[in-house]
């Protein structure tokens, strides 16, 4: 049998099959979204979601198809002219283009593939409304550390700051106080089938497209903040959604929340450094982020010294373990590695092993 450590779509979590068997059974995939039925999976998701990540009572929750379209959500909806970005790796370049592709005038600070932002080069100019920070680089494997967000918003006190967590959640522990909005897609550490994008966001978010409404501009139109909010409020949805994987993401984090968000930390933390220090003493395999503080906890990259990531690739599927390839330009000379609450200590101490068999 097969186990997935790829970034995404990655291994489900362990109650995935009994909750959608659940579901199955209570023909929860037949309801109408406009039911008293389908408001209490709503409002079990979000609060159970308020619960593991601290969410405070002043932000909302919707849902979206994929985090991607977030992306497009933020820029329509609270971007007037321009927003800048955070660049060092394919998915926060992708924001950047979006928003080129939506005409409006996106600025950036971008630094090489694999490296991290030192918050004292980041110059935001006067005239960006709105920021985006890239929490974690699913492409790069590198993590912008919590506090310097903190950071950003200390001299940037007027700006919308929005944060990209989508392969650090629920691991990151983010300062609501310090953001405004935050998002995420399900299927990587959640551990969910793909399909579903979770958009959590405050009152100043919905300020801004209302005032971009007002003003005449498009924000969009079914899946507008605006309408996605004012759905929300009630624990809806503006259309049909995918009522399965709202349900078993309630279900996941209900069990997420039994175990504890603080040893789902400590198990991340410990396979990551167990997996850091078997790619140091590799002799064929390297991380590629070379600042520790700056390498992410939850996507592994590590630069294949020895063949190709194809070879590396082979070498585990032969044992049952998938992992995933560098991306883009580094398919052929990466491999990626996920490190979610789904994969067990133990499995990631046999995957650190095979590692060390690799090449030999």
Known sequence: MKIYLTPGPSENYFIVEEAIKEALQKKIT????????????????????????????????????????????ILQNCVEKESFHLVNGSFSKKFYQFAEQLNLSPS??????????????????????????????TSSGVQFPIENIAKIRELNKDKLIVVDAVSSLPYA???FSVIDSVYFSVQKGFGVPAGLGVWVYNQKMIDKAQQLEAKGKSIGTYHSLLELDKYAQDNQTPETPNVLAIFVLGKVIEAMNRKGIAMIRRETDYKAELLYHTLEQSEFLSPLVKEKSQRSKTVIVANVEKGTSSDVVAFLEKKGII??????????????????????????????????????
């Open 173 to 175: 522990n983010l300062d």
């Open 108 to 137: 950036k600070y971008e630094v090489d593939f694999s490296e991290g932002f030192l918050v004292e080069n980041i110059g935001v100019s006067d005239s960006a409304e709105l920021i985006a920070v890239i929490q974690n680089e």
């Open 30 to 73: 037949a309801i109408s979204h406009r039911s008293k039925d389908f408001k209490a999976i709503f409002e079990h998701t979000t609060t159970q979601l308020r619960e593991l990540l601290q969410i405070p009572d002043n932000f909302s929750i919707a849902f979206t198809g994929s985090a991607n379209e977030i992306w497009e959500r």
């Open 323 to 360: 992992i995933g390839k560098g991306y883009g330009n580094f398919k052929d000379s990466q491999i990626r590695i996920a490190n979610f609450p789904t994969h067990s200590k133990e499995l990631i101490e046999q995957v650190a092993d095979f590692l060390m068999e690799y090449g030999k």
